[in-house]
């Protein structure tokens, strides 16, 4: 019988759930309770209790498409942007919306809580990334830098980098306290989809298989994915500003990545409509599942419950069981 660190998601999906009037444009599970949440070029949000497969309510406010959405670790606090140039913070208890943000001068393409809360950042088409402060929603702090559409942001674990990718065929760095830009990561050789950071639970898998290029001292990494239009995946060590390895296998622009909770595999998917499974220790891809009838935008691996969920062009959302 398999590890539950190794359960990977199983054809066909648990629910194909409809709702959405657009393209799906980004799905993830809430942290704490049984619902996703998806967003959609329909400028709604939506929320679906996954286990029962069933459609619970909307959010609306925004006036054109919602890019990103994001949870605080308490799942109490959503935030999203949209390509009406605005964030919203929503309250999760009672869905309301508490806060608008303006301050972005063109469409608001990714957003994200911040570890401890206090602070959201947010990416943009007009190729800044902004840092807002949740309990008054001004705008802190701003990082230049990108020379194209910043497509996506994300902090790393303990909140002291972020990272971002672009247009610009660039992966980069941020230190948060002082705005400077610790890496710039060129390899790919088209506009960068999408970003993760590797969690503590993968360093043995990934020091394992790079021979550990990383440093011998102390903590390794840290660890960066990127997904790009150019059809791969590439994993960085952030330390040395060095590509440790690529996985091809995706026949179409890569959209969404992360890696598995146990450590060992990544998930990805991207418009040639499927979901891939990579054994990266060895570079391969084990599992390749159609999962769509068009462009997968987005996906979703939950932290602690068998689940995977996944977002599409053809407007469904699907909910996958591991085993």
């Not at 949740?134 to 702090?141: H, M, S």
């Not at 002291?160 to 990561?185: F, G, H, M, P, Y």
């Not at 622009?253 to 598995?260: C, D, K, N, T």
């Not at 220790?281 to 996906?299: D, G, I, P, Q, Y």
């Amino acid at each position: 019988k398999r590890d539950p660190k190794e359960w990977i998601p199983r054809p066909p999906e648990r629910y194909a759930l409809s709702g959405h009037r657009a393209p799906v444009t980004r799905v993830i599970f809430h942290p704490v309770f049984s619902v996703m949440v998806t967003a959609s070029e329909d400028a709604t949000i939506k929320v679906w209790d996954y286990e029962a497969g069933d459609f619970e309510r909307t959010l609306k406010g925004h006036t054109d498409s919602v890019q990103d959405i994001s949870f605080d670790q308490t799942g109490k606090l959503l935030a999203s942007c949209s390509a009406d140039m605005s964030i919203k913070l929503w309250d999760f208890q009672g869905f309301e919306c508490i806060r608008t943000m303006h301050g972005h001068d063109h469409n608001v393409s990714s957003v994200a809580i911040m570890p401890n809360g206090d602070h959201i950042v947010s990416a943009s088409r007009d190729k800044t990334i902004k840092m807002w402060e949740v309990a008054t929603g001004y705008c802190v702090k701003t990082f230049a830098g990108h020379r194209e559409w910043v497509r996506m942001v994300r902090p790393n674990q303990d909140g002291s980098l972020i990272a971002s990718c672009s247009n610009d065929q660039t992966v980069r760095v941020w230190v948060v306290s002082s705005k400077e830009c610790k890496a710039e990561l060129r390899e790919h050789e088209h506009v960068v989809e999408c970003i993760a950071w590797a969690p503590d639970s993968a360093h043995p898998t990934i020091l394992e298989a790079t021979g550990s290029e990383s440093k011998k001292s102390g903590k390794p990494g840290p660890f960066l994915l990127s997904g790009s239009r150019d059809k791969t995946i590439k994993m960085w060590d952030v330390s040395i500003g060095i590509c440790l390895m690529t996985l091809v296998g995706h026949d179409n622009w890569v959209r969404g990545i992360l890696v598995h909770p146990g450590g060992r595999f990544i998930v990805s998917c991207a418009d040639d409509k499927t979901l891939r499974i990579w054994d990266y220790k060895n570079k391969r891809c084990m599992k390749t599942l159609c999962a769509h009838e068009h462009f997968v935008t987005s996906l979703d691996f939950h932290k602690t419950a068998p689940y995977v969920v996944t977002g599409s062009v053809d407007q469904t959302v699907k909910v996958w069981e591991c085993r």
